[in-house]
């Protein structure tokens, strides 16, 4: 015979899970209660409007001066379609008002309906012969370019540049999605098309950098944590409304004498959790990158461990 005594953190853990399942059966009788004069209203309009048709195909019949019999067939073809559209009906009604009134959590459809959609475009991002354009170059990367070859970085020079990449014919024959940045995600071609509507229009899915950047983590040197958590639900909101289906974040680990330590990796792994969570929420595919730097004296055995 099992001793309780002998395992009180199991016994406990039952008793636990017992008193769930019980406030669980107690939460759906109250839905139902809830919910039964709204399905009992439904099925009862429904049942009005289904005796119309019987009677209008016992009527034709007789119209016809059909036989009894056949008054009959129609009279007993109609009750069976009744039934049927009648259990019908109460299992709509139901689950209809069921969800109404119970709020989110017993209502998938838009969950599991969001979900395959961003299945289809993360299929779509990796599809076979096609890469994805980083142009999420931050203000400082892009002035750089620009004065490799003598051009002021301002804000009409960069918008040229990235029309420049973004109106190339055929593009969208090899490159699946583009990266853009919060200055490039809101510009527009001297058409007057935003970035967005000439990427979708090549089949190209415009995507969005919406990290912080990799900052020195503190008491940890030598190592990096990416910022950029802190209003990111609300970012990320902005962002799909401004046409983008995909997002990055990048963290940075740092091999050397020591590192990366257990804390740096846990820590990036959290925040590129949490923005993964926040961005399917969003109604956006997340592109998780923890980018192991090849700098260093390190080998490739030592950076894969």
Known sequence: ????AADPIGAASRAIAVAIESMTLLNIDLRIAQVRPRVEE????????????VVCAVLSASDAACPRSSAETAVATAAKGRRYLVAGAISFAFLEAFC????????YLDTIMKTETLETLARKLVAPGKGILAADESSGTIEKRLKSINVPSNEENRRMYREILFTTNGAG???????????TIRQKTRDGRSFVEVLEQQGIVPGIKVDKGAKAMA????????????????????YR????????????????????????????????ARYAALCQECDLVPIVEPEVLMDGTHTSSKGSC
């Open 42 to 53: 439904s099925v009862h309009l429904l049942l009005m409007l289904l005796r119309g048709v």
């Open 100 to 107: 109404e009134e119970g709020g989110s959590d017993f209502c």
């Open 241 to 272: 409304k401004l046409g983008a289906r995909f997002a990055k974040w990048r963290a940075v680990i740092t091999i050397g004498d020591g590192i990366p330590t257990r804390t740096c990796i846990d820590s990036n792994a959290e925040a590129l």
């Open 219 to 238: 008491n940890f040197p030598g190592e990096k944590i990416t910022e950029g958590l802190d209003g990111l639900r609300e970012r990320l909101t902005e």
């Open 173 to 183: 024959e090899f490159i699946s999605g583009v990266i853009l940045f919060d200055e």
């Open 1 to 4: 015979m099992h001793d309780r």
